[in-house]
């Protein structure tokens, strides 16, 4: 919360990727408790993605939450939509924008959906947040080892990432460099042979996997 300036944070919370009520529930008491200084739901449906009402309430937050949930009803209700271009815009303009679990898999350009009926990986078009990058996320925690592997073995991007459970991955898009936070560790695998685990405190120079 402290990129987003800490006590005094403005933070909106997206948590259209969740279908339970207590997620809009609980996001801002959690985030008051810590000590945000304002905290609001921005909650649109399928009529509502691209009204302009949506863009006033996005722009005047200090950061964005997109909270987790289903990543492919999270892409079906925003992508191409003028809130999903909009925080794209605060992004850009240095707004911090915060992910969790499967709003994470959905800031790639490839993204993780799941398993196919086989089990293998199911790869559908995300939000592409971040272009040249697939994410999947529990990694360690829930095994999914494997999935890195078989998505290298597909090619399905030039970067594969893995974010281990109760992690976070501070990423700065002016230096292409991201900050290893949390608990457990972040695992990359690059198409140009590279991979390597990186732990809590650890810097990783993402271009110098692409």
Known sequence: ???????????????????????????????????????????????????????????????????????????????????????????????????????????SDIMVAGLEEDDSVRIEPGLGFLPGITIETHVEQRGRHHRLDEMMRRNVNQMVMGIDENTALVFEPETSRGHVRGTGGVTIHSMLGRTQHYRVGETIELESYV
């Not at 739901?41 to 937050?61: C, F, T, Y």
């Not at 079906?76 to 915060?98: A, D, F, I, M, S």
């Open 1 to 107: 919360m402290w990129l987003a300036g800490g006590h005094g944070a403005r933070l909106a919370i997206i948590p259209v990727a969740s279908r339970q009520e207590i997620t809009r529930e609980v996001y801002p008491r959690v985030f008051r408790e810590m000590g945000a200084a304002e905290c609001w739901i921005v909650d649109p449906d399928e009529n509502q993605v691209d009204m302009p009402i949506v863009r006033g309430a996005l722009e005047a937050a200090s950061g964005i939450i997109i909270t987790g949930g289903d990543q492919r009803l999270l892409t079906r209700l925003l992508k191409g939509t003028l809130t999903h271009q909009v925080v794209l815009e605060c992004l850009t303009r240095g707004t911090p924008v915060y992910t969790t679990s499967a709003s994470t898999s959905a800031l």
